[in-house]
């Protein structure tokens, strides 16, 4: 490629002798790359930066490794995510497959939390997955719970966060003392089987009684700096911060950047976890202030105004048009109606902020479409500049995807759960895998789709890559459907310049180019020589940020 430097006398960091994977309009492949302060001043070979290298530059031989652009994961928790730990006094016990294989380890780790708890305080677990026990593939029950903790209101989440399991004494701060008491809240949100109270809860009521569970401003810190930690491992310099407790969330994440503790880059979307009216009022609360989205610096912008629509995926929980493959009788949780939904986007639209919300399955995503499509009528021109957002996306036939593409719509979508779960996707959706995470579909129509983590609920980095481009469940070693499959390079431009350009910033990052912020990250190996399916193998060497490396990890011996 030809050479591209920004005038100056000597470069204060170099890497030469690279795959060098730019990411800029003709998708280059270069050999060196040059950064004085905190911006990359030159980019092209490794002969052609000699002339400005001197003593000072800290030069460093990527023999033949990948460069490429720090991995932007539009959609993750950080506080959330951090809450989660193997320590048994974590805000949130980690009950994923690498902490518990079995559904006895899960309750045996209960059993443990509450010899550590005083009586009446909250035990909070997240991450279990019951088709991946090794034992009984169920949820634990009411009883199980009640036999354990007693004493001790108990909040057993499922991995994607959408289908929990409360024992009865947290059943108690619902006002729910009996079946009967079920009818207070949306059908099926307060499950009865059999006449009995099985202590599930869905949807939105679990968010409200989530909302119950207090997690300390300290902890809220240590876990957003946990996840600082693990983000710069997986390579990940720039975050969509897509929901967090709250008030108090927004304030720390916000100090913690302005600051520079926290170096990844944040955009925040106004939303919280613990549900409807929680984000109702915060959203609000914003418009009515007449903010806009965007506010902040290269730290640290405010982002969308979000609501949430329906439930997860992997349980599954959320709002199809036809019923789940494996049990047509299966709950499809829906917690906005489409009127609502339309009338809310327009809401925010009018606002001039940007609008997403999480919408997985197909119907809701056909509520989000149907509701732009009310408001791109007004001002195509316009709408399309605001590039509104869907996160999750999950599935979307054809006939959404063109009408997403009239109207300039930039899904963030999760090709990583396909490497965690994607066999659970084959046996809950079976042949509509072949429009699930549609990013062949989405990128052939000319969508600027990003790819995310959604941590906890997802592995990060590389990883959301390898499910982009194999569509293989590593749990499982079982091949899913292929047919939304894409390319390295074309994976590679998802997970970075199109995250940039959702939060109107590919003009400073996103690309190794001139004049663009020095975020970057080196691969163990290079990503494009080596056979696609081993993808998931490489490691993140070093992750820079400004410039800075934030990140590099230990060499490997033997």
Known sequence: MKENFAPCNELDMAFVNGSVVTVNGGDEIAEAVGVKGNRIAYVGSSGGIAPYLSENTAVRDLRGRTLMPGINDTHFHPILNGLLGSDLDSGMIDTTRRNCASLKE????????????????????????????SDERRHPTLEELDAIAPDNPVHCMHGGGHICMYNTRALTHLDVHGPQDA????????????????GMVR????FKLWGMVDYTEAQQVRAAMKSHQQALEAGVTSIGDMGECGPTSYHIMQKLCRDGVFKVRVNMALHSIFGKAYSLEQNGHWMSLGFLSGLGDERFRVGPCKFMIDGGSGGPSCATREPYSHDPALVRERGWEREEVWDYIKRIVDAECQCTAHAIGDLAVEFMVEGYERCFRENPEKFRRMRHRIEHCTLTDQDLIDRMAAMNICPS???????????????????????????????????????????????????????????????????????????????????????????????????IEVGKLADMIVLSGDILSIDPMDIHTLRVDCTVIDGVVEYEREPQHG
């Not at 045996?108 to 026990?133: H, T």
């Not at 072949?434 to 989405?442: D, K, Q």
């Open 106 to 133: 899960m309750l045996d780790m209960l059993r443990e939390a509450v010899g550590r708890k005083e009586r009446g305080q909250w035990i909070s677990m997240m991450g279990y997955e019951p088709e991946l026990f």
């Open 183 to 198: 009818s207070k809240y949306p059908p099926d949100e307060v499950e009865v089987a059999d006449g009995r109270l099985t």
């Open 203 to 206: 949807g939105h009521t679990h």
């Open 413 to 511: 979508v999760n090709a990583g759960m396909i490497q965690m779960i994607g066999a659970n996707y084959m046996k809950f959706y079976g042949h509509r895998n072949a429009c699930l995470i549609a990013l062949r579909s989405m990128l052939d129509a000319g969508i600027m789709c990003s790819l995310a983590s959604d941590g906890p609920s997802g592995p990060k980095g590389i990883h959301t890559i390898d499910g982009a481009v194999n569509r293989y469940d590593r749990s499982r070693n079982v091949q899913c459907d292929k047919t939304q499959a894409i390319s390295v390079l074309e994976a590679i431009r998802t997970a970075t310049y199109n995250g940039a350009y959702s939060s109107f910033e590919e003009g400073i990052k996103g690309s």
